[in-house]
């Protein structure tokens, strides 16, 4: 599976290096949802933590969803999702390189998600921040797996990308919850173990997400 | 008698509440080459879908080497060399990356070495570091049936193989095809023109509206070979 997963990865950041969409995409779009958000809060939401926490996870989410529902439609283009399911690689082996694709891909966006986050609302390069860092990744992960798994299916319809949106967003909601609540508490300086409850159904969530996909996608994909 | 490589046991698909195969059976044997030929929308290329286990059927059953298709272990996956109507080609790869990768995938343990001899086999040795999507129709067909038979698979189902090729193309692929034959292989080949293997144990099919019916003795005789026509 390990050989599997290198190869299908290695394949993956090598079409993202040469034209790829997926992490432009996560940037461009993460940028808008933070402009609009600056200007809606106005200055005073400058140094904020719930409105900057706020405005992170809608941006998260808004360009996550689009982000990975190309993601996976890369695979239909000339039916190559189908080479990969002829191939003896196992169908959990496919999704687990998918969803660590796009959450590799999330990941970097989210380093410059952060940057922007300190510019627009006016926050301090501390500690606080890198607090951040293991929240961000959690909700990634949850992202990637859910989006990932439910693009699979919904790719190959013609409305597709707003029915993804459709069908995630409501499952999501509870790492949406968790994870405006814990990086609202970092970032106005609490320590990560006074938001254990949030990671902890972040992490749960995660596993939910990661399980179903790795059972499922064998039946969902073509 | 021969062990059946592939089987469809009355094999029925449905789309809906329409068929598209009825009742199918047909048997791929080692060194025997199965021509199905028909019209546009006969069923070739579910046929050939259902074959390989991408899709399930309505009735009825597929089995590959003794189990069910759709059960197939990754050792016997690898047996399998699969062409469909799109060349499940990474556009964005060049077709040596692409040979390469697909070669991985079945466990070949000197990838580069074989893709670099596939691109040669198939006179793709001058474009082998261009983009995939830069290619021609022809030679990108060229490049799908090179990456269904870089794994040296023993069952080969080819959905038109010769669609987009030329003439020496066509050659060339009936060149490969005899060769497998020779080794063993099964072979399953689609087409909506009829072609022929020399020395090559054919039978051949034709099928009309989802039933699968032997072309006949009398149709195997009229048999052109389609490259020395042309």
Known sequence: MLAGLRFLLHKDLTLERRGGRVVLELCVLSLLVLVVLAIAYGPEAGGRPASAAGALWVALILSGLPAASLAVAAEHENDCIKGLRLSPLEPSTIYVAKVAGVGLSMAVSEAALLLLLVLFFNLQFDTNLLRLIPILLLGALGLAALSTLLGTTTSRLRAGEMLLALLAAPLYVPELIAGIKASTAVLGGSGLTAVLLPLKILAACDLLFVTCGYLLFEYLAP | ?230
């Open chain 2, 1 to 230: 008698m021969n062990i059946a490589l592939a089987e469809a046991l009355n094999l029925s698909v449905m789309f809906g509440l329409r068929s598209v195969l009825a009742e199918v059976n047909l048997r791929l044997e080692r060194g025997h080459l199965a021509l199905i030929t028909g019209a546009n929308g006969a069923g070739k290329s579910t046929l050939v879908h259902a074959l390989c286990g991408l899709i399930g059927p309505s009735a009825g059953q597929v089995r590959m080497f003794g189990q069910d298709v759709r059960r197939l272990q990754a050792q016997d996956r690898r047996r399998v060399g699969v062409m469909l109507h799109r060349s499940m080609l990474y556009r964005n790869l060049t077709p040596r990356e692409n040979l390469e990768f697909y070669a991985k995938l079945n466990g070949c343990e000197r990838a580069s070495e074989d893709a670099a001899r596939w691109l040669e086999r198939m006179g793709l040795s001058a474009v082998g570091d261009q983009r995939a999507r830069e290619l021609s129709r022809g030679m990108e067909q060229r490049l799908a049936i090179a990456r269904a038979l870089i794994g040296e698979p023993e069952l080969i189902l080819f959905d038109e193989p010769f669609a987009s090729l030329d003439p020496q193309g066509t050659a060339l692929v009936v060149d490969l095809l005899q060769e497998r034959l020779a080794r063993g292989a099964a072979v399953l080949v689609t087409s909506h023109e009829t072609v022929a293997l020399k020395d090559a144990e054919m039978e051949s099919y034709r099928l009309n509206s989802g039933r699968l019916l032997p072309a006949g003795a009398e149709a195997n005789r009229r048999i052109v070979w389609r490259w020395m026509l042309s």
